[in-house]
């Protein structure tokens, strides 16, 4: 395993603000040529793939990263062959974006879970920022700003409660020492 450095929600909120500034800018330079429909899949074919890659370097494991590369790259072919509706097409994106957050960055069910509910809560904000604003870049800013809490996610949400059941079970002993350190202290200035 290579010694890489966590992510962090800086790092996520940055690449937010990077996808969101590039995603309108060729939103708006992409629509004046295609529809809009067609905008919005390239759109997401070019994010969600520069997310997976993202995503893929910065995990601590490395295997399997070209085939998932390659699943994605047939997937959003067959997406693109079969003209599929622009609904579609995002949630499918989002899924993928997902599945390689659970395999690559979580080692429990529940974390992989609470991350499924992290990309349908994302998936909303977005709607909802679209249907209010109508701006590509607030619409894309939620979107990965929400995406970006992921890192807030623990790798094993088991490990996260044993975690603190023994930082409850250490404060529990250290309170024990203290009280059978102070009873010795005290015992010694009496006998003085």
């Known amino acids: 395993m290579k010694n890489k450095k966590q992510v962090s929600l800086f790092e996520g909120v940055l690449v937010a603000l990077i996808c969101s500034l590039t995603g309108s800018v060729l939103y708006f330079t992409f629509t004046s040529l295609f529809s809009v429909d067609f905008t919005v899949k390239l759109l997401m074919t070019g994010l969600s793939f520069f997310y997976l890659l993202y ?16 699943v994605w790259f047939v997937i959003t072919i067959a997406l693109w062959f079969f003209s599929a509706p622009v609904l579609l097409f995002v949630s499918t994106q989002l899924v993928i974006i997902w599945l390689v957050r659970s395999i690559y960055f979580y080692s429990s069910l529940f974390s992989a879970a609470a991350d499924l509910a992290l990309s349908a809560l994302s998936m909303a904000t977005a709607m909802w920022t679209i249907s209010h604003t109508a701006s590509p870049f607030l619409t894309l800013w939620c979107f990965f700003l929400t995406q970006a809490l992921f890192v807030l996610i623990p790798r094993s949400i088991n490990s996260a409660i044993n975690n603190t059941a023994n930082q409850q079970h250490s404060e529990t002993s ?9 009873a010795a202290v005290m015992k010694l200035s009496s006998h003085q």
């Open 174 to 182: 250290f309170q024990h020492s203290y009280r059978v350190a102070e």
């Open 55 to 70: 995503l893929l370097s910065r995990s601590h494991e490395t295997i399997g990263r070209l085939s998932f590369v390659l």
